[in-house]
């Protein structure tokens, strides 16, 4: 058994989905790491994100809510998300990987509704 869990940590995977009118790509579309590497999951938007947010679904069904970052970078534990708006993308980073990070990674995007002009009087 020390030896399965030695040799493979698991399957990570990653989500596509549209959210109202934005498409969201994630990537890599599903990794198998080894316990102790380390991987970045990206996820990239058609149109600027107000905020991203991080969650993990592990393999017994339960949804981990893991970050809420409009922007710049945050770090939990062996976690790392990044959200470069500008840019249209997101990243979440696991280093160190252990048994309890194998599940299914979502990143969730809100976006604003375009503004009207402001009228002029």
């Given at each position: 058994?020390?030896?399965?869990?030695?040799?493979?940590?698991?399957?990570?995977?990653?989500?596509?989905?549209?959210?109202?009118?934005?498409?969201?790509?994630?990537?890599?579309?599903?990794?198998?790491?080894?316990?102790?590497?380390?991987?970045?999951?990206?996820?990239?938007?058609?149109?600027?994100?107000?905020?991203?947010?991080?969650?993990?679904?592990?393999?017994?069904?339960?949804?981990?809510?893991?970050?809420?970052?409009?922007?710049?970078?945050?770090?939990?534990?062996?976690?790392?998300?990044?959200?470069?708006?500008?840019?249209?993308?997101?990243?979440?980073?696991?280093?160190?990987?252990?048994t309890t990070d194998s599940g299914t990674y979502f990143c969730a995007v809100k976006h604003g509704a375009p503004q009207a002009p402001a009228a002029s009087t």
């Amino acid at each position: 058994m020390k030896r399965l869990v030695d040799t493979v940590l698991g399957l990570l995977f990653a989500q596509v989905c549209c959210v109202q009118g934005m498409d969201v790509v994630q990537s890599p579309p599903a990794l198998r790491l080894q316990e102790g590497a380390s991987s970045t999951l990206r996820c990239n938007f058609s149109t600027f994100p107000n905020s991203v947010q991080w969650y993990l679904q592990n393999p017994g069904g339960r949804l981990i809510h893991l970050f809420y970052i409009p922007s710049g970078t945050k770090q939990e534990g062996r976690l790392n998300a990044t959200t470069v708006s500008a840019e249209r993308r997101s990243s979440l980073h696991i280093s160190s990987s252990q048994t309890t990070d194998s599940g299914t990674y979502f990143c969730a995007v809100k976006h604003g509704a375009p503004q009207a002009p402001a009228a002029s009087t």
